[in-house]
């Protein structure tokens, strides 16, 4: 089955940046939407960006702008670069993969999730 593991969170100071990346192994039919959600301490898990296969995007209206989500297929992993980071972007970031098994079913696929934090 496919797994993804994020890597690229830590420590930076209000205007700062930071490179996410989300890796895919295993095994699956295919790799459609795949996007980054995050969750800031004392709220809910909310949709950062997304990305389909054909590499259209969206992006939650606070980060449009500062931050880009992109996709190397050949390679099954997944980027979001965030730049002009402030406090209030401090979350753990998790990846997130729509993915059709081998047996066609669709399936949502989870990474275990990176810290950031944005602090002076």
């Known amino acids: 089955q496919v797994h993804l593991v994020e890597s690229g969170g830590g420590l930076v100071q209000p205007g700062g940046s930071l490179r996410l990346s989300c890796a895919a192994s295993g095994i699956a039919y295919s790799i459609d939407d795949m996007g980054w959600f995050r969750q800031a301490p004392g709220k809910r898990r909310e949709l950062v960006a997304t990305?389909?296969?054909?590499?259209?995007?969206n992006y939650l209206d606070s980060v449009k702008g500062r931050f880009t989500i992109s996709r190397n297929n050949a390679k099954g992993t997944l980027y979001l670069q965030m730049n002009s980071l402030q406090p209030e972007d401090t979350a753990v970031y998790y990846c997130n993969a729509q993915v059709v098994s081998m047996t066609r079913s669709d399936l949502e696929v989870w990474g275990q999730g990176t810290l950031v934090t944005v602090s002076s």
């Open positions: 990305i389909t296969s054909g590499g259209a995007t």
